[in-house]
């Protein structure tokens, strides 16, 4: 069971884009789901996108048609492509690997083991 790592958050404008990254220190052929999650102060946790190892993809609705979640097996490396950035998508951005288990929905995932990176913080400003 490897590491994660994520990266490129920062401090950006209302309706700018930023790329996210999630590097990890195992081989990725052993994933079977990968996620990007969300904290923001005072909210719970909110799951934003998920992609399966057969490449479906899923958004929540806040993000969805904004954000595209995407992975590079050959560099163990997946994405969170945020375009049209609002005040609202602030918060600590965190990546998430399953292995085993099944993949059912975006929001249902049954059995296996996961992997959490420590975040990183965009924040954006109206």
């Known amino acids: 069971q490897g590491r994660l790592a994520e990266s490129g958050g920062r401090q950006m404008q209302a309706g700018e884009s930023l790329t996210l990254s999630c590097a990890a220190s195992e081989r990725s052929f052993a994933w079977n789901a990968m996620y990007w999650y969300r904290q923001a102060p005072g909210k719970q946790r909110e799951q934003v996108a998920a992609i399966t190892t057969g490449g479906v993809t899923d958004y929540a609705d806040a993000v969805r048609g904004r954000f595209t979640i995407s992975r590079d097996r050959i560099k163990n490396t997946f994405y969170l492509q945020m375009n049209d950035l609002e005040a609202e998508d602030t918060a600590l951005y965190l990546c998430?690997?399953?292995?085993?288990?099944?993949?059912?929905?975006?929001?249902?995932?049954?059995?296996?083991?996961?992997?959490w990176g420590q975040g990183t913080q965009v924040t954006v400003s109206s």
């Open positions: 998430v690997v399953r292995r085993g288990g099944v993949y059912h929905d975006f929001s249902h995932y049954y059995g296996g083991e996961e992997t």
